[in-house]
């Protein structure tokens, strides 16, 4: 089997993962954990795509995965292609759109950082009087200087943000693959997800104890 039929073959995997993480935020009502990252916020929002062939169903809306259509779609054998997640982390909040199949992120929304509001008469530069050029140039300087230094800071921020999202998704998907290759996804997960899928309650204290066990 070639690199091309390889990857074919496993174009399955990213769309269980993303069905496992929507799954997930339903029964633990938007709140997951996972090591070592701990607890967080994450739901489904904006879109949620599913297809089967050339078959597809595209919700839109603040909570798609809670439409009438999503768990109609599942069960005509449709799995999630596409979909908008929420996550909130560290009292901060950042949204993306993950693609199942190459599981790659875009659309990356984060939170607004290192606010530049500056006190009253900061604005700009204080008028000199005649004179005072060179102390006017300087404070000038010092200000363009300020402005420089809040921009870098607040790139680096915005990285350091960045790398904290894809630590959180690099940790779901750890737990997702240890679940996956375990007999717990047969035992647990499968069962578990069927009951969610056909709209039957789910016992979440009972899967998070059996989920945890699996995962130790």
Do not use: N
Request: aromatic share 8%; net charge neutral; charged share 35%.
């Amino acid at each position: 089997m070639d690199l091309a039929q390889k990857i074919e073959s496993r174009r399955f995997f990213g769309r269980e993962l993303l069905l496992f993480i929507w799954f997930e935020t339903e029964v633990f009502e938007g709140t997951l954990s996972a090591k070592p990252v701990g607890t967080f916020g994450c739901w489904v929002e904006r879109t949620l795509l599913l297809s089967a062939g050339k078959e597809t169903t595209h919700i839109k809306g603040a909570l798609p995965g809670l439409a009438r259509e999503a768990k109609e779609a599942l069960r005509r054998g449709k799995l999630p292609e596409r979909a908008g997640l929420h996550v909130s982390l560290h009292d901060r909040d950042a949204s993306f759109t993950l693609k199942a199949e190459t599981l790659a992120m875009s659309g990356l929304a984060l939170p607004a950082v290192l606010t530049e509001e500056r006190e009253v008469g900061e604005d700009t530069a204080p008028s000199a009087p005649r004179g005072k050029g060179r102390r006017m140039s300087k404070s000038v300087a010092e200000e363009e200087e300020r402005e420089a230094d809040t921009r870098a800071e607040s790139f680096y921020e915005r990285m350091h943000l960045t790398r904290e999202v894809e630590d959180l998704f690099e940790a779901l998907y750890r737990d997702f693959l240890a679940l996956r290759l375990s007999p717990a996804w047969q035992k647990v997960v499968v069962p578990a997800l069927w009951r969610w899928v056909r709209g039957e309650e789910v016992d979440a204290d009972a899967y998070r104890k059996a989920r945890t066990l699996a995962l130790r």
